[in-house]
């Protein structure tokens, strides 16, 4: 059945630093690819989708290219800020299916 | 416009009572879904609505785990003779369609503990 498997957290970084959490994915179909980020306290919100391959997925700073050739979605910011701390879930689901298959999460601490 | 609310947001509970979760979905989403967060699992898919209608119940962990949906709107998870492994966080989406074109947006989320 389709998985995702993304890095191993926890990620901590100083402000002003680089992120990469990468995210690899199992699927049979042609599946849109999902980045979710969940801050402390809150439920879980999207941050941003590609549907097709080589598609980019791009919000506050962050963005994602859906690749096939690699069946990836790895997941970069080049400036962090201390609000960017958050758990970070890479998903997916198929383009006829109903439910997401998530990732175990990341967890994202930056210090000031 | 209102987003997905989620009630009870914190439900205490001893170990063989039941509980009723319930979700409020977004006005005119057809699809709605829940999943359970858990320490030891992460996030799991549960089961899944289009209308009234739960086509794949195949994510609800036992047979104490029911739902439904009425209405096409609101839904209530209900757990029977909750278990210690029952304690979670239970997280509902809906979605204007079902498909994986259509975003999923979660509610808040009930923090279920059994003691």
């Known amino acids: 059945g389709d998985s995702v498997t993304q890095m191993e957290g926890p990620v901590t970084l100083s402000e002003e630093a680089f992120l990469t959490i990468n995210c690899t994915y199992t699927?049979?179909?042609?599946?849109?690819l999902f980045w979710y980020v969940q801050y402390p306290g809150e439920g879980l919100q999207l941050l941003l989708k590609?549907?097709?391959?080589?598609d980019k997925g791009s919000n506050k700073g962050f963005e994602a290219t859906y690749r096939k050739e690699t069946t990836s979605f790895h997941l970069e910011k080049g400036s962090v800020q201390v609000s960017d701390s958050a758990v970070y879930f890479c998903a997916l689901s198929d383009r006829d299916d109903y439910k997401l298959s998530f990732g175990a999460g990341t967890t994202v601490t930056v210090r000031a | 416009g209102a987003g997905v609310s989620q009630s009870p947001s914190n439900k205490v509970t001893e170990k063989g009572k039941d509980v009723e979760l319930r979700c409020d979905p977004i006005?005119?989403?057809?699809?709605l879904y829940w999943y359970r967060q858990s320490l030891g699992q992460g996030l799991e898919f549960l089961i899944y609505f289009q209308g009234n209608s739960a086509p794949d119940k195949s994510g609800l962990p036992s047979d104490r785990f029911s739902a439904e949906r009425t209405g096409g709107s609101v839904s209530t998870l209900t757990i029977q003779r909750t278990q210690q492994e029952d304690s979670a966080v239970y997280l509902c989406?809906?979605?204007?369609?079902?498909?994986?074109?259509?975003?999923?947006?979660f509610g808040p989320g009930t923090r279920l503990t059994v003691t």
């Open positions: 989406a809906s979605s204007l369609r079902q498909g994986g074109r259509y975003e999923q947006y």
């Open positions: 699927a049979t179909g042609y599946p849109s």
């Open positions: 006005s005119g989403h057809t699809a």
């Open positions: 590609a549907t097709k391959a080589d």
